[in-house]
């Protein structure tokens, strides 16, 4: 299975951008990539996902016009850029990746779809 491992989280201001790396260890070019977060106390919350060429993305709601995700496979990264945080996206980000070498279409909600995960990367917005 692919090793990914997040960066990029840090405490911002209220409105602040911050830009999210994914870095996997092996080439993910048949890979579906998502973004996920997890707050305490809350469950885990699919935000983002691309798929392998980067033609297709879909979003939650919540970050829907926000968050953008987007990727390098010439770097084996993803990216996920977000814009005017507010408090409410506190949490661990994690990315994972789901294989489709054929491009075919899976549940990018469900996370038991997803074969491999990062260990994620706080970030805290403050009031």
């Known amino acids: 299975q692919v090793q990914l491992v997040e960066s990029g989280g840090e405490l911002v201001q209220v409105g602040a951008s911050l830009r999210l790396s994914c870095a996997a260890s092996?080439?993910?070019?048949?890979?579906?990539l998502a973004w996920w977060r997890q707050a305490p106390g809350k469950e885990r919350e699919w935000l983002a996902v691309i798929n392998w060429r980067g033609s297709i993305r879909d979003y939650t709601d919540s970050v829907k016009g926000r968050f953008t995700i987007s990727r390098d496979n010439t770097k084996n990264t993803a990216f996920l850029q977000m814009d005017s945080l507010r408090p409410e996206d506190t949490s661990v980000y994690s990315c994972?990746?789901?294989?489709?070498?054929?491009?075919?279409?899976?549940?990018?909600?469900?996370?038991?779809?997803?074969?491999?995960w990062g260990r994620g990367t706080q970030v805290i917005v403050s009031s």
């Open positions: 994972a990746a789901h294989r489709t070498p054929f491009g075919e279409s899976f549940d990018v909600a469900d996370a038991q779809e997803y074969e491999s």
């Open positions: 092996e080439r993910i070019s048949e890979h579906a």
